[in-house]
C-alpha cells in the first residue's frame, strides 16, 4: 500500500512542475508576443509618419531640372548622380 501511496504522490508532484514548467512558458510568449505588437504597431505609426511627411514635402528637382535627388530610393543611382553634377559645372 506504501508503494502505491509513493508513486501517487510522486506523480502528482511531477505533474504539478510540468504544469508550473508550461503556465510559464505560455506567459513568457504572450508577453513576447504582446512586445512584438506594441512594436509593430510603434513602426506601423513610424511608416505612416514618414508617408505623410513626403506627401507634405515633396522631393525638389535640381536647378538644372534634370532629376530629382531622392536618397531613399533603392535604385539611386550615386555615380550618375555625380556624373551630371560634374557636367553640369563644366558647361
Not at 510522486?10 to 510540468?18: A, E, H, I, M, P
Not at 509593430?40 to 513626403?54: F, I, N
Request: overall charge negative.
Amino acid at each position: 500500500m506504501s508503494t502505491a501511496n509513493v508513486l501517487r504522490y510522486s506523480l502528482l508532484g511531477l505533474g504539478f512542475l510540468v504544469g508550473v514548467k508550461t503556465d510559464f512558458s505560455l506567459r513568457s510568449e504572450a508577453k513576447h508576443k504582446e512586445e512584438e505588437d506594441k512594436y509593430q504597431a510603434k513602426l506601423k505609426l513610424v511608416e505612416e509618419a514618414r508617408a505623410e511627411y513626403r506627401k507634405l514635402h515633396p522631393v525638389k528637382a535640381m536647378e538644372g531640372g534634370k532629376a530629382e535627388v531622392n536618397l531613399d530610393d533603392p535604385n539611386f543611382d550615386f555615380g550618375k548622380f555625380i556624373e551630371d553634377s560634374v557636367g553640369s559645372l563644366k558647361a
